[in-house]
């Protein structure tokens, strides 16, 4: 079995010079357009669909969070400031509140970093619930519909629960002021309650010009089968490893860490990204809703992305053929994962770098500064422009009331 395991390996690998994880336009390597609808989606441009009224808050709510932690511009959570000056020169954007299909309020809700860099989110219900209750307060747009034609970014690990543990998570449930609003936001998990039905689950922040300069000649054989770089344990709050990732970073290096086919470590190389466009597969054990930046850079290298995560629900999925271009595994079949990956074909191991070697592809997993056609912050607009019109039930009557100003937790409701 080893010794046919390594003549797979050496097929695949000599494959794979025809594929490749390259950023640039204009490659050489062939190339494979997505077929049918969820293509013809990917290639849409919102321009002309809709139309968004950005809020002016004070800086309180956004630059000056900025600026006391320019940090928040790095990390995987970033993309709720991109996205805020996306929409300033953009466009979709109208000066005219009246002529508005959607209306954005721009909060910077995980900017507020520990020393490691981690966000806090103890303040972020108490700041959203203040800025909700500002525009309300000033425009009359809020009132009309209690938020249904509003949309905020909220990417927190848990979106708009606010919380970082999941237990926490779920007891607190989504910020009750925003339950007719929709929430863009990198958490997807179906049947979980921090997921709204018809939010919008977008890639999270990965620097885009970080990797480009990491990029290789793009005939390089993918001589590494299977790779990953990341914590398994949780030493600190989950040291077992049963809670952290849902245990399937733990079974992931307990079933192969001494398996040839596997180069996996807890070691981040200088050589990371490299490395990565060297490997026929990535490894994504996300175990919970809150991926990381891994996704994005396996399918920006062309790594097959080997998503390990129940429920899972992947950003832009109506406009990406996640089925198509990875592998999913159930977490509870991860002991099986080298027979799993040795009995793909190579013939679609082969398809899937084709369609992961699609420029569209990567654009749609990118914030890039200044956008470009097809990228992320587009693809939201896609996603927006892909709800309208608005149904007529959302509009209010006079003295309608839906929400409910006072649930939550207590000290959601002091002033902030």
Not at 202 to 207: E, H, R, V
Request: glycine share 6%.
């Amino acid at each position: 079995m080893d010794f046919w395991k390594v003549g797979f390996l050496g097929l695949l690998c000599a494959a794979s010079v025809f594929a490749t994880g390259a950023v640039e336009l204009g490659r050489h390597q062939p190339t494979e357009r997505i077929s049918g609808s969820a293509g013809d989606v990917l290639e849409d441009d919102p321009v002309g669909r809709l139309k968004v009224f950005v809020y002016e808050l004070p800086s309180k709510y956004n630059k000056k969070i900025l600026q006391k932690d320019p940090r928040c511009l790095t990390h995987m959570f970033a993309a709720e400031i991109f996205m805020h000056r996306f929409l300033l020169s953009s466009p979709v954007r109208t000066l005219n509140p009246e002529e508005a299909d959607w209306f954005y309020t721009p909060v910077y809700t995980t900017c507020d970093l520990t020393p490691n860099g981690l966000p806090l989110p103890f303040k972020s219900p108490r700041m959203m619930r203040s800025a909700i209750q500002l525009i309300s307060s000033n425009w009359p747009y809020w009132n009309r519909t209690e938020g249904a034609d509003h949309f905020f970014v909220t990417p927190h690990d848990f979106g708009a629960c606010f919380h970082y543990q999941e237990e926490k998570a779920i007891e607190r449930g989504i910020l009750p002021l925003l339950q007719r609003a929709t929430l863009v936001q990198t958490f997807g998990q179906r049947n979980h309650v921090c997921l709204k039905e018809g939010s919008i689950t977008i890639p999270p922040y990965a620097p885009p010009q970080k990797m480009h300069a990491h990029l290789i000649p793009d005939k390089t054989p993918r001589s590494i089968f299977v790779y990953f770089r990341g914590l398994f344990y949780d030493v600190g709050n989950d040291p077992e490893g049963g809670y952290y990732a849902r245990g399937a970073r733990a079974a992931v290096w307990e079933n192969f860490k001494n398996n040839p086919l596997f180069d996996i470590s807890t070691e981040h190389p200088t050589t990371y990204y490299e490395d990565m466009q060297r490997a026929v597969f990535c490894l994504c054990p996300l175990g919970w809703a809150p991926w990381s930046p891994r996704l994005v850079e396996a399918v920006i290298f062309g790594c097959i992305p080997v998503i390990i995560a129940d429920d899972i629900v992947l950003p832009f999925a109506d406009a990406i053929p996640w089925e198509e271009i990875g592998v999913f595994v159930d977490e509870k079949d991860v002991p099986q994962l080298d027979t799993i990956l040795t009995s793909i074909p190579p013939e679609v191991i082969l398809r899937k770098q084709r369609l992961l070697a699609n420029p569209s592809m990567k654009q749609a997993m990118l914030f890039p500064q200044p956008a470009q056609p097809g990228d992320a912050f587009h693809q939201v607009l896609n996603g927006l422009a892909r709800k309208l019109p608005h149904e007529k039930s959302v509009f209010l009557k006079a003295g309608e009331k839906v929400l409910n100003w006072t649930a939550g937790p207590v000290g959601d409701l002091k002033p902030w």
